[in-house]
Structure formats: C-alpha cells, structure tokens
C-alpha cells in the first residue's frame, strides 16, 4: 500500500501580524485591494474574466498616460516585468546603454548582459541622479547603439531622474528607451505618451498599494516593431510578448484569445481594484498626496536629526533616503524595535549605504498624514 509519511506536528494556521509598512515595498494594501482576492475564482478564459481584463488593460494604460495597444500585467513581480522589457527588445550583439546610480540599473546591466547584448554602463554616484550630459556623450561616442536603460526612481537611494530629458535624448539618437517605473509610477508623474518612452515596467506592490506578484507593462508601436524585426526568438518561453499578447490580446476589446498559463485570477482582481483606487483619486491627486506627505515626514524627520541623502531637487517623495542622526550606532538594533515595539517597518539601506542609511517609504495607501506621525512618533521613541 502506498502511504505518505506521517505529520509528527500539524502545521497551525499562519497568522500574520499587522505591520505598518513603511519601507521600500509592499506597502499597505488597501482594504478594498485585500478585500477583491478573496472574490470567487472564475475560470481566466471566462468570458466575464475576459472583460476584467479588458477593463484592467484601461486603467494600466490611464496610470502610464498612454495609449500604447500593448499595454498589460505580467503574472509575475516587478523584477519579471524587467526581464520582459530586456528579453524582448534586446537581441545578441545589441548596444545598450545603460544608466548606473543604484541598485536597480545594475540589475539592468545583468539583464542584457543574460541577453547577450553588450551594455555600456554609464555610472553616477549613489544619491545622485542619472546626468543627461553624460548620457549625451555616451551615445554620441556610441552611434551603434540601439537602446537607452535608465531607472526614474532609484529605491536604493531615493533619487529621481528627469526621465523625460532622457527619452528626449534617446529619440535624438535613435535609441528605444528602456524605463523602470517600479517605484515611479503613482507617486510622481509618469507620462509615457507624452515622454516618448517606448518599454516601461512597474510593480503592484510599491505605489500601487495592490498585493505583490505583477508587474503593469507598456511598450509603444516602435518597440513593437522593434519585436517584430526580431531574427531569432525571444529565449523566454513564458516571457515571450508574441506568445503573452495571444492571452492577453491584441489590444482591441472582447478581441480573442487564447491560453498561454493560468493567469493568477484573484491577484488581477486586486490589481484592477488598485488600479481603480489610483482612477478615481485621479493621478494629479495621488501625487500631490505623496508629496505633502513627504513634506510632513522631512520636517519631523530634520528636527530628529536626521538628514536626506539626495538633494532636494531630486528627492523622490515615496521613497525617503536618510542618514541616522550622528552618534546612532545600533541602526538594526533600532529597526528591530520599530518592528516589535510599534509593528513599523521601515527599510535600511543596501550596498555601500547598509547600515548608514534609512529608506522609509511613503508609497500608495502608506501615504497619509497619520502614518507619518505614527513613524515620527514610533523613531522619537525610540532614539529617545
Ligand atoms: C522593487 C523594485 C524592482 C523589483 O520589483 P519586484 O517586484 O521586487 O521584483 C525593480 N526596480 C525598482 C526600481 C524597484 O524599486
């Protein structure tokens, strides 16, 4: 007889504390968000699906500001949505041009270099944000080149590029423009049509507020013809935009489609009710909001001692970079009590910046006014 090996200790329930999320990502789900996963599963080819879906493709393509047709959400995290801009768009012996201020543009570097282009890496300081001079003279002494990779909202240090000089630039010199928007997108303007970014890639958990695991991408009609010059297949199956597009359409609406893998029906549903939080605050308000709020938290956070590592011209306000007010030693120690003591989470700093820095973020449902004071209350308490 065949028989499974015994359970010496049943697995109990698990049951998450309730934390304030204030660090790099996930942020707070909305209540509503939490609320539509728990909505029956429907079938993801059921006609009322479907129409989900079509639904959802609207309001991914009012928070990018765009009209691009191939506009969709990837099953998959931020890190997933990445890879599709990169594995689709860079073919073997590619020129890319990459931007280096941060954790993320490294990960790009990784992403052609897996895609057997040749990146050229442009590198700035951590906390500064890309230059466009520097840029100009990399592709003025790259003429081969055929794309431009930059991160808008560098998470690792809270530095924000001007993204549309970028892209501005990338069209002067007939490049594509690669865009990280992860953290970007909702908490400051992203405005993909009016920009010219061509590949632009976010993720549900950051400003977004929806649960983590799907990645809203957008690729314009020029990246689309881009794909389409291809010489050899994308060497991602699952992350295939040919093979995707069949799934998700063609852009039109009630256009057909057929199965590619089971899209991950109820994580959609929260994205669409996400998406519809972001639609009915309205873009110009939820930026605003995470603005005053950032606003709120510096002055708090100044008067604690502490201060920003960006300068304030490019200071991103979901995500606040900050060195510990001098003679603070135990940042870990600090953060652990956050975390017990008050159930707030806030981020440390990666690379050079671990154990120098704080990230505390203010993203989506995290950024309101009583959140801000809970935070500056909980670190008072405890550097006090
Ligand atoms: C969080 C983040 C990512 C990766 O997203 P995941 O959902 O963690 O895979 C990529 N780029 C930036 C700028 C990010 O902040």
Request: hydrophobic content about 40%; charged content about 20%.
């Amino acid at each position: 007889m065949i028989s499974p090996k015994p359970v010496t200790t049943p697995a109990p329930a698990f049951a998450p504390p309730q934390r304030k999320l204030m660090g790099p990502g996930p942020s707070d789900i909305y209540p509503e968000v939490l609320a539509a996963l728990s909505r029956p599963t429907v079938g993801h080819l059921d006609p009322e699906f479907v129409r989900m879906m079509d639904e959802l493709r609207v309001l991914t393509q009012y928070a990018f500001q765009t009209d691009n047709r191939l506009t969709m959400v990837v099953s998959a995290p931020g890190s997933a949505g990445m890879e599709t801009c990169f594995v689709n768009l860079v073919e073997a012996g590619d020129q890319v041009i990459v931007c280096r201020n941060g954790v993320f543009g490294g990960r790009m570097v990784e992403n052609v270099e897996r895609c057997g282009g040749i990146p050229i890496v442009v590198d700035f300081p951590w906390g500064s944000p890309v230059d466009p001079n520097k840029v100009e003279d990399a592709l003025k002494s790259h003429p081969e080149a055929r794309i431009l990779a930059f991160v808008h909202a560098e998470t690792s240090t809270g530095a924000r590029s001007d993204a549309q000089t970028l892209c501005a630039l990338a069209q002067q010199y007939n490049c594509l423009t690669i865009v990280d928007a992860v953290t970007s997108l909702a908490g400051v303007p992203v405005l993909v049509d009016e920009w010219g970014i061509d590949a632009i890639y976010s993720g549900s958990q950051k400003c977004l507020s929806c649960v983590p695991g799907l990645s809203p991408v957008s690729l314009s009609e020029r990246a689309v013809a881009r794909i389409q010059q291809r010489k050899n297949k994308v060497q991602s199956w699952f992350l295939d935009l040919s093979l995707v597009m069949q799934y998700w359409g063609d852009g039109l609406v009630g256009s057909k489609r057929s199965y590619h893998h089971t899209a991950p029906v109820n994580t959609l549903y929260a994205m669409h009710e996400a998406l519809r939080i972001l639609q009915t605050e309205g873009l110009e308000n939820s930026w605003n909001r995470h603005q005053r709020c950032h606003e709120r938290l510096r002055d708090g956070l100044e008067a604690l001692g502490f201060r920003y590592l960006v300068d304030i011209e490019y200071r991103l306000p979901q995500l606040n970079a900050v060195f510990l007010p001098a003679g603070v030693t135990d940042e870990a120690n600090l953060r652990r009590r956050l975390l017990d003591e008050f159930n707030l989470e806030v981020g440390s700093g990666l690379g050079d910046l671990s154990g120098k820095i704080w990230r505390i973020g203010l993203m989506g449902y995290s950024a309101r006014p009583e959140n801000v004071d809970f935070c500056l209350d909980a670190i008072g308490s405890v550097l006090s």
